[in-house]
């Protein structure tokens, strides 16, 4: 069984910074690759971000590109998402998925494991 848990969103103004963080237990870390999407009320999921297992391919969304950073710990079997440059149209939950096979796959289908999510607002 493997256990997914975010953590790191909160409230903030346009143009701030946060960092999330995901914390994964339950198996062998480093066999996932791992992802980050997110969900606006009354949109779709969204890929964000995503990571092989070891670190060496990254995946991002045109909208992210640039201002986020995806990166990962198998040490400490955590993965984190730097956000800079935060936009309103950023607000949304953020989830973090493991998947247990390689390519970082944008599609959430795809993804076994899945965190509650932690919200992220950024206010104008």
């Known amino acids: 069984q493997v256990h997914v848990v975010e953590s790191g969103g909160g409230l903030v103004q346009a143009g701030a910074s946060l960092r999330l963080s995901c914390a994964v237990s339950?198996?062998?870390?480093?066999?996932?690759?791992m992802a980050w999407f997110r969900q606006a009320p009354g949109q779709e999921r969204e890929f964000v971000a995503a990571?092989?297992?070891?670190?060496?391919?990254?995946n991002y969304a045109d909208s992210v590109k640039g201002r986020f950073s995806i990166s990962r710990d198998n040490g400490k079997n955590t993965m984190s998402l730097q956000m800079n440059r935060l936009k309103p149209e950023d607000t949304a939950i953020y989830s973090c998925?493991?998947?247990?096979?390689?390519?970082?796959?944008?599609?959430?289908?795809?993804?076994?494991?899945w965190g509650q999510g932690t919200q992220v607002t950024v206010s104008s």
């Open positions: 998925a493991a998947r247990r096979a390689s390519g970082t796959s944008g599609n959430w289908h795809q993804y076994d494991h």
């Open positions: 339950g198996r062998t870390f480093d066999w996932y690759t």
């Open positions: 990571i092989s297992w070891n670190a060496d391919s990254t």
